[in-house]
C-alpha cells in the first residue's frame, strides 16, 4: 500500500468523523442528534480501521498500534464509542434516550417602597418561575452480546473525570483524540 494514499484514506474518514460531529454539534431537533451520534460514532470506527491498515504498513507503527489499542480498550470515554458503534450497527438495542429536564429558577424583583418600612426602603419580591422541560439526547449504558458486558456512560477520558456526558460533549473528545491518533500514525510511518 502507498503510504501517501493510505494516509489520505484516513484524512478523508476523520473528515467524514467531523462532518457528523458538525451535524451533532448543529442539530436542530432530538431526531437530528441522534441521528449525528450515531453518525459519528460509525465514522469514528471506520476511521480506528483505517488508521490500524494504515498502521499495518510498518513494524514500529504496527506495535505502536497495539498501544493505541491498548488505550481504546483501557479508557472509559474510547471504549463505550467503540461498544456503542457496535451496540448500534449491530443490534436492536437502544443506545440513547429523550429526558426532560425542568428547570426551576428564582428571581427577584423590587417592586417598590416597602409599605411597612417605609419610603425609601425596597419592597423585593421572589418569584419561583419553572420553565417548560426541556428535552435532551442522553447516552445509555451499551451492552456488547457477543461477550454479555455491559458499557457505562463515561465518567472519565485519559484519566481526568467527565463534568458533561452528553453525546455532544463526548464527540468532541472523541473526535480531538482521533486527531491526534492520526498524527502519531502520520509521524511513525514517516
Known sequence: MDVSSGIAKCEERLGRAHDALTYLLNAANLADAERGWS???SASGAFYSKVEQLCKSNPKAHARFGQIKKERKDDELLSYIHHARNSDEHTISDITKVESNTTVKTEI???GD???KGAGKDYVQEFELSTLPIPSLVLLPVHDERYGDTFAVPGTHLCQM???WSPQAVAKLAFAYLVRMLEVAKALIS
Open 162 to 164: 467527565l463534568s458533561d
Open 109 to 111: 424583583y423590587n417592586i
Open 114 to 116: 416597602d409599605p411597612l
Open 39 to 41: 453518525e459519528f460514532i
